[in-house]
């Protein structure tokens, strides 16, 4: 008889603890707004030259073939970004985000509203994601009051490169390895005043007051405070010093020397063309494709490994803050499938999809750390020459934090610097116009 009551008692307790596990998984269900049963299927907008994206598909549908996503390709780029961000703050949108970062208005204004998951409640949950897997400064640009709004995939920097013999040639000194803005003006300085020199240039078109501004090593803006530091006395030296250098009809369209007759894409990138210029920044491949490490291996090689690569120049030579201008991923706060939205995000992060030729540079530690490794141009050694690739990770890790700026806020700097380039305004006036401008901005 005991025998039999035990059997009975067990029994029960059996049927009391699945019943409590299924009413906890079908609350959890109900949290989510489905029922178990039901089916995945989530909602991506692309567009048509998107290849990350349109790899990354096709591998989450191999590796889950029991959901669905739902993909929304657009040929022009202005309908893919007008349509999203149209359609998220309406309440609507894809259920997963990728984009630029500059496709928002306001990022930040984007990510108060409500319209985008915090992905920390989805990583507390996910022991097989862990944060420190990837380059977690250039991740926490995507955290805001606490909550982490997006994750980057992607990012780009703006360098300065030089060749040492041509250093040498035009008797130019670089203490270090960074630059100060000021000891840069003042090669350019001497370089305008006495006409020394073999270059006709000191830098390639692509330098622009606006870049040296959002790279001068401080954080200029504080999102969360509503504060910013353009009225300093480091900014308005910085202008004036800028000032005293190049007169305002040489700085047309914000940019330092029109160089136009010098071409500096990669495609036409070789000696010939470095022997032209001190210093340069940013060539046209790294801004339009392609990964950092192949292309300025490439640059590398045309100079038998004798390139360099500087951050831009800042105040002091501190790098405390990087503007960086990246590429996205976030989930809609009205998404149903949030797990399973998560895993698309995942991949994106993958070894896999992170090698890819589209992601210019990693935050997927190891995925990096791949690319140094591979083989480059038609050789089986790993790096030929490893020095400027040892300069770029140094770029990177003295960097101490990453912000991403919303395209109002550029439009805005580029406008008032423009308007000082041009003789419109004093420096005191454009600092003390950015940081009033500015700040009711992020008030509003």
Known sequence: MLIRKAAAILLMCTVLAGSSAACSKEKDNKDKGYQASEKAVLTLYKTDSDMVNTVAVKKYKEKYPDRTINVTSFSIDNEFSDRLISELFSGKGPDIIVSSAENFPSIHKAMESGILMDLNELISKDESFKLSDYNEKVMDSGVYKGKRYFI?????????????????????????????????????????????GKANYIFNDRVTLNQLVKNCGESLIDFEEKKTRFNSPEFIQMLNTYKSVFKPETVTGDVINKNQDVSFSYTTFGKATLENLVLFADPYEMQQSGRYVECLESINN??????????????????????IQPIIVAVNSKCKFTKEAFDYIKLLLSDEIQNYSGIRIQVNKQAYKNIKEKPRFGGSTKIKYSNIINQLDKIIEDTEKYEVWDREIHKIVDEKLDEFSRGGKSAEQTAKELDEIIVQYLKD
């Open 302 to 323: 045309f100079v038998e490994g004798r390139a360099k690569v500087y951050p831009y120049p800042t105040y002091n030579s501190k790098r405390e803050s990087y503007v």
């Open 152 to 196: 980057p995939i992607s990012y780009s920097l703006d360098i300065i490169g030089a060749v040492d013999y041509m250093l040498d040639k035009n008797n130019v000194k670089i203490e270090g390895d960074s630059l100060t803005w000021y000891s840069v003006l003042e090669i350019i300085r001497k370089r305008n005043m006495n006409k020394q």
